[in-house]
């Protein structure tokens, strides 16, 4: 079903996905798949993320897994529209949660924006469109966007040096105007 809507579970990044993480000094089954790269405050933004996304989308109920999304998608008219109110408080957790840069939040948006509208037009039609809306999982591929992005960030704080060691360089996540020119500055250096 996925090539249907050109959706694809394995678009993440070539980022190593360990079995187990450490969270504030507590290791865990890595069970939300989170890359290794990321830090502890991204690797628990990106879990409550992936949770969240679980619940709307996979989540296990009766011995079916249809989440909460189809479900309520089963009433007509309020149910769509409730649907598409809880994948944009999904949206809203994610881009609120202080880790995305502010030029890169439109992009981002755009393209879950596009998803959910895509996946509440698919639901609007009566019988087939809510058997489709069980498979089809707006919420899920929006996370990967996000995780995507995430790793991205990642890699461009971590650099190479000529003596082979990985060298990480650290942001604060404040709003602080100095403080974000700085680490742009910063990056642009490591860039070129």
Known sequence: MGWIFNFNRSQQDDDEIPSFITIDG?????????PASLNNEEKKVLIEAKKRAYKLDESCCCGCCIG??????FLPFVGDFAGVCLSFWLVN?????NLIETHKIPIMLREMT?????DAI??????????IDCFYKANTYNTLVFQRYL???????SVV????KVEVITHSTDNSTNDNNDNHDNRKKLMN
């Open 26 to 34: 507590r290791t865990k089954r890595n069970k939300w798949k989170i």
């Open 68 to 73: 909460l999304d189809p479900i309520v998608g």
């Open 93 to 97: 957790y994610m881009k609120n949660s």
């Open 114 to 118: 596009f998803m959910i509208v895509k």
């Open 122 to 131: 698919v639901g609007l039609v009566p019988v087939i469109g809510d058997v």
């Open 151 to 157: 790793v991205s960030q990642a890699k461009l704080r």
């Open 161 to 164: 040096k000529d003596n082979h």
